[in-house]
């Protein structure tokens, strides 16, 4: 399809709440199309639909080799917890401390509207909630404890 332009940090699009998605059809399909090449593209872990400026509960996470789109995610159980480091597509170089859920599950929909489940544990749980947020205008920033020197990031 087409890779989209990520939005930045100061773009105030990003502080937006999205809206529900309501329409499962070719749009839809295009957009989430997008922005499986925009994620591969950009090597990321995963993209919600507000980072390429669509104000959608629309979001996509790769897990290994495996891609899971969750349209319209909730979160409906959380367990654990764990301080570990963030990145965001939005915010290149910068990288912080976050605490978030050990494990999570989330029921959403799929591309043509079917609801599942999903859990995800460690890094998976943290992409779950770091995209969901993206979808209530909250960036990671907002969590930091304590920001860390991109340098330093993957030194332990």
Known sequence: MGIRNILKDDDPLLRKT????????????????DMRDTLIAADGAGL??????????????????????????????????IIEPEGCLSI???????????????????RNGNYFEVSGEGMLAR???????????????????EYIDPENINKE
């Open 92 to 110: 290149p170089g910068i990288f912080g401390t976050v605490n978030r859920p050990l494990f999570v599950k989330v029921r959403a929909q799929d």
């Open 18 to 33: 999205s809206k529900t998605v309501g329409e499962f059809g070719e749009r839809l399909h295009i957009l989430l199309d």
């Open 127 to 145: 992409a779950f909630c770091h995209e969901i947020d993206h979808l209530n205008g909250i960036l990671f920033t907002d969590k930091v404890i």
């Open 48 to 81: 919600a639909a507000p980072q390429v400026g669509v104000l959608r509960r629309a979001v996509i996470v790769l897990n290994e080799d495996k891609l899971i789109e969750l349209i319209n995610p909730e979160i409906t159980e959380i367990n654990g917890e």
